[in-house]
């Protein structure tokens, strides 16, 4: 009995010090080059700040004008319900929505949407591994907007 306490209590400290929160200056550690072999890479830094926006904030963020509205669905979720004015239409169902994602520019900010919000995640998640920083979802999707009385173009 006394030798299981004692090992409880000389591993416990060990344990926990691997799960310590990491500090600011490890996170830019963490996000500068790693050299790989013969090239060297530059991490992304993920995003950190919320990315799930209600209908209210997206609309907000978006009425800045220097931002790129993206709604995935398809051309006839278009059609059937409409888009957000100024929404640029990259259905993510089309097998080149990836090649088409790549090609942005990934210093600029993104908004997102599909119907209520699974495939703007997917969306998200892919430009989050194509090194986007800057992607915001629409919580709910264009339902949601529709929802709150927000307008669509059709």
Known sequence: MKKTLLSIAILAPVLFMGCQKTTGSE?????????????????????????LLSPAEFKQKTSNGDVVI??????????SLGYIKGAEHLDIKANDFKDKIAALDKDKEYYVYCHA????????????????????????????WLAAGYEVAK
């Open 27 to 51: 996170k830019a550690e963490n996000s500068e080059s790693i050299a790989t072999s013969d090239k060297v890479t530059t991490a992304v830094t993920p995003q950190t700040e919320n990315y």
């Open 70 to 79: 993206i709604d995935v669905r398809t051309a006839g979720e278009l059609a």
């Open 117 to 144: 919000g699974g495939r703007s995640a997917s969306a998200k998640k892919i430009m989050d591994n194509l090194g986007f920083t800057k992607v915001y979802d629409l919580k709910g999707g264009i339902s949601a």
